[in-house]
Nanobody, 121 residues
Framework: QVQLVESGGGLVQAGGSLRLSCTASGSIFSINNMGWYRQAPGKQRELVANVFSGSSTNDADSVKGRFNISRDNAKNTVYLQMNSLKPEDTAVYYC???????????????WGQGTQVTVSS
């Protein structure tokens, strides 16, 4: 059974930093993408950052220069280093991955349960 498990959320003051981790576990053949989305109250879920198989990344305009996404392929883990946090970064952050389980011939999207990030002013 494939699962995505996040950790690292919490409460931080504006200007501070947090590092989110997401680990994909289970019987996995390959991982196409791993990334982070977030959803603030009253807003649509939005892409924060994504890292592709070739290690290229894509960041939302609102976090460019502040957040950094990286992968450890050996550990099936994606990290989101969040620096210079702002109150508007407050949201539930969800790990997302498009991956291929060993038991199937196709890839599917998986979501973590989400981790709360709260930035105080």
């Amino acid at each position: 059974q494939v699962q995505l498990v996040e950790s690292g959320g919490g409460l931080v003051q504006a200007g501070g930093s947090l590092r989110l981790s997401c680990t994909a576990s289970g019987s996995i053949f390959s991982i196409n993408n791993m990334g982070w989305y977030r959803q603030a109250p009253g807003k649509q879920r939005e892409l924060v950052a994504n890292v592709f198989s070739g290690s290229s990344t894509n960041d939302a305009d609102s976090v460019k220069g502040r957040f950094n996404i990286s992968r450890d392929n050996a550990k099936n883990t994606v990290y989101l280093q969040m620096n210079s946090l702002k109150p508007e970064d407050t949201a539930v952050y969800y790990c997302n991955s498009n991956l291929r389980p060993r038991a199937w011939g196709s890839s599917f999207n998986y979501w973590g349960q989400g981790t709360q990030v709260t930035v105080s002013s």
